[in-house]
């Protein structure tokens, strides 16, 4: 009896693999062509191996002919070794690009092991390990040295990181944070961009409306721009008259599309009270003072008359002058920049700096895109072994957006030299 019952319980147990085994390759040529639909998307640009395995796996147990899938076992290979190549070649990149800043350990091990995997010959692999070794340690070591002391500018006036919405005026609140800690007054960044929008090509497309190229960003010198016409406009605006922010529950764009349309549809103006659109943006405005204002001006012109009523008086400007310090024209070299950067941090001035936004989001990423922020920090980060310095950015006080890999402090991300370089434009700063 004991033997029929173990006799059973075999049975059962092997039947329930064969029936496991059943189940697992339901639909596994649809599973295999899926995993390498990814694997074609991807082999030239990372490792793929672990994914190519997975398919010889499920062929194998499943008993499929990859033959019907028009690939030969060679394909594999391909796939493989391009990944592999891929990786090589990402490693050499990072390797040219961060041993002139910091320690590369772990560049050079993953290097050396999708090399190793590609066969390259051993005395080639130890050659170039030992050179980047070398170079990065070095420049590890010298760079603690310029990495001192310890600056952080960030103070009440500047206050808590702003928050620029939907909207592409980040060389407006970049400039306006210079001027805040210039004067020592928050400035209003949404009149530093009207200045910077205030020309004869813009105030004609206005009077059809407020469009998109009013809510576009700048060039990288735009800043220079954008502060040399609000000096000329008679000073910097308070932004307690003009707000960037406390929009409620609305934005600074739709806001300001919804005084347009105001202005547009309204032929007389004859409430006693303020739009809320207004008060969002102008809190100082009175109710007789926008109707007066809307009466006699055009679309062009609606704006720049409520900045100009809002905003009395200005706060002069004497003497503001934006100075800029851009990579070797010639080599890309960044030496220059980084010096300006020290320099100023040195003397307690904070800057601007024009950059790639990708790197905020992968500090990996390649050239692309550009963004301003201002730098308001310096540190030697003991834990990386990096100079790092600290971006104030204009998307607001959350550090979910960023690369996991830097601290972010509400808003304020400590980036690494190593990566700014590889994507700055230009720095600027008030002399």
Same mark, same amino acid.
């Given at each position: 009896?004991?033997?029929?019952?173990?006799?059973?319980?075999?049975?059962?147990?092997?039947?329930?693999?064969?029936?496991?085994?059943?189940?697992?390759?339901?639909?596994?040529?649809?599973?295999?062509?899926?995993?390498?639909?990814?694997?074609?998307?991807?082999? *030239?640009? $990372? !490792? %793929?191996? =672990?994914?190519?395995?997975?398919? /010889?796996?499920? #062929?194998?147990?499943? +008993? @499929?002919?990859?033959?019907?899938?028009?690939?030969?076992?060679?394909?594999?290979?391909?796939?493989?070794?391009?990944?592999?190549?891929?990786?090589?070649?990402?490693?050499?990149?990072?390797?040219?690009?961060?041993? *002139?800043? $910091? !320690? %590369?350990? =772990?560049?050079?091990?993953?290097? /050396?092991?999708? #090399?190793?995997?590609? +066969? @390259?010959?051993?005395?080639?692999?130890?050659?170039?390990?030992?050179?980047?070794?070398?170079?990065?340690?070095?420049?590890?070591?010298?760079?603690?040295?310029?990495?001192?002391?310890?600056?952080?500018?960030?103070?009440?006036?500047?206050?808590?990181?702003?928050?620029?919405?939907?909207?592409?005026?980040?060389?407006?609140?970049?400039?306006?944070?210079?001027?805040?800690?210039?004067?020592?007054?928050?400035?209003?960044?949404?009149?530093?961009?009207?200045?910077?929008?205030?020309?004869?090509?813009?105030?004609?497309?206005?009077?059809?409306?407020?469009?998109?190229?009013?809510?576009?960003?700048?060039?990288?010198?735009?800043?220079?721009?954008?502060?040399?016409?609000?000096?000329?406009?008679?000073?910097?605006?308070?932004?307690?008259?003009?707000?960037?922010?406390?929009?409620?529950?609305?934005?600074?764009?739709?806001?300001?599309?919804?005084?347009?349309?105001?202005?547009?549809?309204?032929?007389?103006?004859?409430?006693?009270?303020?739009?809320?659109?207004?008060?969002?943006?102008?809190?100082?405005?009175?109710?007789?003072?926008?109707?007066?204002?809307?009466?006699?001006?055009?679309?062009?012109?609606?704006?720049?008359?409520?900045?100009?009523?809002?905003?009395?008086?200005?706060?002069?400007?004497?003497?503001?002058?934006?100075?800029?310090?851009?990579?070797?024209?010639?080599?890309?070299?960044?030496?220059?920049?980084?010096?300006?950067?020290?320099?100023?941090?040195?003397?307690?001035?904070?800057?601007?700096?024009?950059?790639?936004?990708?790197?905020?989001?992968?500090?990996?990423?390649?050239?692309?895109?550009?963004?301003?922020?201002?730098?308001?920090?310096?540190?030697?980060?003991?834990?990386?072994?990096?100079?790092?310095?600290?971006?104030?950015?204009?998307?607001?006080?959350?550090?979910?957006?960023?690369?996991?890999?830097?601290?972010?402090?509400?808003?304020?991300?400590?980036?690494?030299?190593?990566?700014?370089?590889?994507?700055?434009?230009?720095?600027?700063?008030?002399?």
């Amino acid at each position: 009896m004991r033997f029929i019952g173990f006799l059973a319980i075999l049975l059962f147990s092997c039947a329930d693999t064969a029936w496991s085994q059943s189940a697992s390759c339901r639909g596994v040529e649809s599973r295999i062509q899926d995993i390498a639909t990814d694997v074609k998307k991807n082999f *030239k640009e $990372r !490792d %793929v191996a =672990p994914n190519v395995e997975y398919i /010889k796996r499920l #062929a194998t147990t499943c +008993k @499929v002919d990859i033959a019907k899938f028009g690939w030969g076992r060679g394909l594999f290979d391909y796939w493989k070794n391009t990944g592999y190549e891929a990786e090589v070649d990402k490693a050499k990149e990072q390797l040219e690009q961060y041993s *002139k800043f $910091r !320690d %590369v350990s =772990p560049e050079l091990d993953r290097y /050396k092991k999708y #090399a190793s995997r590609l +066969k @390259v010959n051993s005395q080639e692999i130890n050659g170039y390990y030992s050179k980047y070794r070398s170079q990065g340690l070095a420049s590890a070591r010298a760079e603690e040295k310029k990495c001192q002391p310890a600056v952080d500018l960030r103070n009440e006036v500047l206050g808590e990181v702003r928050d620029q919405d939907s909207i592409g005026w980040c060389y407006a609140f970049a400039g306006a944070e210079l001027l805040t800690y210039k004067i020592g007054k928050k400035v209003s960044a949404v009149d530093v961009a009207m200045n910077y929008n205030d020309g004869w090509f813009n105030n004609i497309l206005k009077r059809v409306g407020w469009g998109e190229q009013d809510f576009a960003g700048a060039s990288a010198q735009g800043i220079g721009t954008a502060i040399s016409n609000t000096k000329e406009k008679g000073g910097a605006c308070l932004e307690t008259n003009l707000r960037s922010e406390d929009n409620g529950y609305s934005t600074i764009m739709s806001n300001l599309t919804e005084i347009d349309n105001i202005k547009k549809k309204s032929g007389s103006f004859q409430s006693s009270t303020c739009p809320s659109a207004v008060q969002r943006v102008f809190p100082s405005i009175q109710a007789k003072e926008f109707m007066d204002i809307a009466e006699n001006s055009s679309r062009a012109t609606l704006m720049s008359m409520l900045s100009d009523k809002a905003c009395k008086p200005r706060i002069r400007l004497k003497g503001v002058e934006v100075e800029y310090v851009s990579p070797s024209f010639f080599s890309g070299d960044t030496a220059d920049v980084f010096n300006q950067i020290d320099k100023q941090l040195n003397r307690k001035n904070i800057l601007a700096i024009a950059y790639n936004a990708e790197l905020l989001y992968n500090r990996n990423a390649k050239k692309f895109g550009g963004h301003m922020s201002n730098i308001v920090g310096r540190r030697f980060n003991k834990n990386n072994g990096e100079c790092e310095y600290l971006i104030r950015n204009s998307w607001g006080r959350g550090c979910s957006s960023y690369d996991p890999y830097y601290t972010c402090e509400a808003g304020n991300i400590w980036v690494p030299k190593s990566v700014i370089s590889k994507g700055v434009a230009n720095v600027s700063f008030i002399k």
